[in-house]
């Protein structure tokens, strides 16, 4: 928990990892009001564009400064396979995915400040 005071923003720390936050207001006799409803923060966005005339796959990563990500895709949910590392928002092509039944993606964003 962090309070900002009177202040009406506040910079979060870089941190790994997805963000939830709940806020609360209080007046000068303490007086705290109802947390509100949780919003939750990812610093990365994966969306599929669509499928190609060659069965290709378009993905569109966004992704916030200061974070890269992993782009990871399976066929069966049980064996993953890194497709990509984006350090930059883009659009990533999985030329594999034609050749398979079914394809499923994920991917996590992680530091920078991280690397090795």
């Known amino acids: 928990m962090t309070d900002v005071g009177a202040s009406l923003s506040y910079l979060i720390p870089a941190a790994q990892g997805n963000f939830y936050f709940v806020v609360t207001a209080y007046d000068v006799s303490g007086l705290q009001s109802l947390p509100s409803a949780e919003i939750q923060y990812l610093p990365l966005l994966l969306t599929l564009v669509g499928v190609n005339t060659d069965h290709s796959i378009d993905l569109n990563v966004s992704l916030d400064p200061g974070y890269y990500a992993r782009i990871w895709y399976s066929s069966d949910l049980q064996t993953w396979q890194l497709l990509a590392y984006i350090f930059t928002n883009a659009l990533v092509r999985d030329y594999s995915a034609a050749f398979v ?8 964003a992680l530091l920078i400040s991280s690397l090795p």
Do not use: I, K, L, Q
């Not at 039944?101 to 996590?108: L, Q, T």
């Open 101 to 108: 039944p079914s394809r499923f993606y994920r991917a996590d």
